[in-house]
């Protein structure tokens, strides 16, 4: 039988059972690295890329960590699913160059069945299937060592490039076959369909661990060559493995987020929106966007107009305007930051703690400054009229942003809310049209000091 186990309480026992395999802890890496190749960390191994590129020696060819990470590059998949978050903790355990592939699913299996308590008939698995232009096939050798520990064949699906060949975000660097760990939620999460398996883009399969063979370095133009040697990196997202053990519907129901979710309860009573779909979205992505700046903002980046910062800017404005949907026209993020921290405990340090009033005041300084603009967008797009086939001309979306700062990706979101689309090729004509007139008009007056 699983047991219910606190998201503290799932990195104790990571760590301990790799601790006794021998494996040194490292500890996580700033979430902002200045000159990195990332806004923010987007990934456990990222820290780890001198050692497994072989630039540098390891402190031991066995680590582990837990590493905070956040990706902004597809926030608006987040809330629409059980298992995306903006922010997350990844927990990893690595070989450099030590163990095998076998040795990797062999302690996954274990952790996972005899210290989790996972109920061995809902784990499914996936391997790589090959692919010819790569000169790569079938990961034999990962279905025979799930065999071996266990798995039967029919829960372990072969799957494509796209899948299970792991890159750093599909760019150059170590990369390499990897092998993923499901767990079946339960027919009532899942499509309907009779061949429904891991692949299926419903919420039925929850990956929680990511096993890489890491075997190649992948160069811009695409060509692999072998890596000094092979390494083994995994990554467990805590969230979604809190989620299975604490048995919520989401990751936006653990441990973690329940003092916020109690919070935000007390200032938008549930069922205030008629469309149960729409509240979801709305109450997951304020959590979610709320919990990512205060990992942001505790690493140092505040909300700002250009780099690192304007992605912290965004996730507040996204924040403020989904309270709109839940009728919250007042400041109210700063409100669950608090409850946030409370609830995070150990895995924020002391003086992160002592922060946190700080931050409160941070968001709810930038929300405030973002509610006229709110108040006048949100107006704006509820007299747009769409054409027959729904769709908004983005030229509209384009002044809506030159004349009162509201951000269009924004814009596009809520009135896809409403089944509406944006043609953004009218957007990118009214911007490039602005940039003319712009450039024009510094020249002649450029000419005109010149000739003064």
């Known amino acids: 039988m699983t047991q219910f186990l606190s998201s503290t309480g799932i990195v104790e026992q990571y ?23 990332t806004s923010f960390i987007i990934a456990g191994m990222q820290p780890l890329l001198p050692y ?20 902004t590059d597809d926030m608006n998949a987040v809330g629409t699913n059980i298992g995306k978050n903006t922010s997350f903790f ?11 592939k076998y040795d990797a699913i062999e302690m996954a299996s274990d952790l996972l069945l005899n210290v989790f308590k996972l109920d061995k008939e809902k784990l499914w698995v996936t391997v790589f299937e090959g692919d010819t232009d790569m000169n790569i096939p079938l990961d034999e050798k990962a279905i025979e ?3 071996r520990v266990g798995m039967p064949r029919e829960r372990i699906v072969a799957l494509g490039v796209d899948d299970n060949f792991w890159t750093i975000g599909g760019g150059p660097g170590p990369c390499g076959p990897n092998s993923e760990i499901f767990v079946d939620r339960g027919l009532a999460y899942g499509c309907g369909k009779s061949d429904c398996q891991p692949g299926c883009s419903c919420d039925r399969f929850l990956e929680i661990w990511n096993l890489v063979f890491m075997e190649y370095e992948r160069f811009p133009d695409g060509r692999l060559e072998p890596l000094p040697f092979r390494n ?5 997202g805590l969230e979604r493995t809190a989620s ?45 966007h709320v919990r990512a700046v205060l990992l942001a903002e505790l690493a140092g980046v505040m909300p700002e107009r250009d780099g690192r910062g304007s992605n912290v800017r965004r996730l507040i404005r996204r924040a403020a305007s989904q309270g709109r949907l839940l009728g919250l026209d007042k400041r109210f993020l700063g409100e669950l930051v608090a409850p946030l921290a409370i609830a995070h405990g150990s895995l924020l340090t002391s003086d992160e703690h002592a922060h946190v009033s700080d931050i409160a005041r941070s968001i709810t300084d930038e929300e405030r400054g973002f509610q ?23 030229s509209k979306l384009f002044e809506l942003h030159a004349e009162h700062g509201f951000p269009p990706d924004l ?36 000419r005109g000091t010149t000739r003064s």
């Open 15 to 37: 760590l301990t059972f790799f601790r006794a395999r021998h494996h040194t802890e490292l500890p996580g890496s700033p979430l902002a690295v200045p000159g990195n190749s």
């Open 52 to 71: 497994l590129r072989g630039q540098q020696k390891p402190p031991s060819p066995r680590l582990m960590s837990l590493q905070r990470c956040l990706r």
């Open 90 to 100: 990844m927990l990893g355990n690595w070989s450099i160059g030590d163990y095998s």
């Open 145 to 147: 060592s799930w065999q």
């Open 232 to 236: 083994i990196d995994t990554g467990m």
């Open 244 to 288: 299975v053990l604490q048995d919520t519907e989401s990751v936006f129901s653990i441990d973690l987020f329940q003092p916020a979710i109690a919070r935000l309860n007390e200032l938008a009573s549930p069922g205030i929106v008629r469309n149960d779909g729409v509240e979801r979205l709305a109450r997951r992505r304020i959590l979610d």
């Open 372 to 394: 006229r603009v709110l108040t006048k967008g949100l107006k704006y797009l509820t007299h747009l009229e769409p054409d027959e086939q729904g769709v908004i001309q983005g």
């Open 411 to 446: 814009a596009a979101e809520i009135l896809s809310e409403r089944g509406l689309t944006v043609d953004w090729s009218s957007y990118e004509f009214a911007s490039e049209e602005h940039r003319r007139v712009s450039r024009l008009s510094a020249e002649k007056h450029f």
